[in-house]
Nanobody
Framework: VQLQASGGGLVQAGGSLRLSCAAS????????MAWFRQAPGKEREFVAL????????AYADSVKGRFTISRDNPKNMLYLHMNNLKPEDTAVYYC??????????????WGQGTLVTVSS
């Protein structure tokens, strides 16, 4: 599946953004979709994931209570609602699709990334 992430931008600390990820087709029933991010000079890290069918979710500790992952199945869209943004959230955010309920990088398909910059 091809993924297209969008919605990044420049926001002040404490602000909010919503990232979107459009999938080219409906993922298979047990697919898992996720958001990862990569800050300058750092490795890519897990942010959040959701299972398409059950909507079970998981979050990185650093974003719990601030970020919410959601999915609109009929529209083949994945979202990441980000609130109370901090400068350390600055990164390129990637959406991904796979079959494992996993926080590691073992996803099959990746979007191109969208840049989020949080100013202090």
């Amino acid at each position: 599946v091809q993924l297209q992430a969008s919605g990044g931008g420049l926001v002040q600390a404490g602000g909010s953004l919503r990232l979107s990820c459009a999938a080219s087709r409906r993922p298979f029933t047990n697919a898992v979709m996720a958001w990862f991010r990569q800050a300058p000079g750092k490795e890519r890290e897990f942010v959040a994931l959701i299972r398409v069918s059950s909507r079970s979710t998981a979050y990185a500790d650093s974003v719990k209570g601030r970020f919410t992952i959601s999915r609109d199945n009929p529209k083949n869209m994945l979202y990441l609602h980000m609130n109370n943004l901090k400068p350390e959230d600055t990164a390129v955010y990637y959406c991904a699709s796979g079959s494992k309920f996993s926080t590691s990088n073992d996803y099959d398909d990746w979007g191109q990334g969208t840049l989020v910059t949080v100013s202090s």
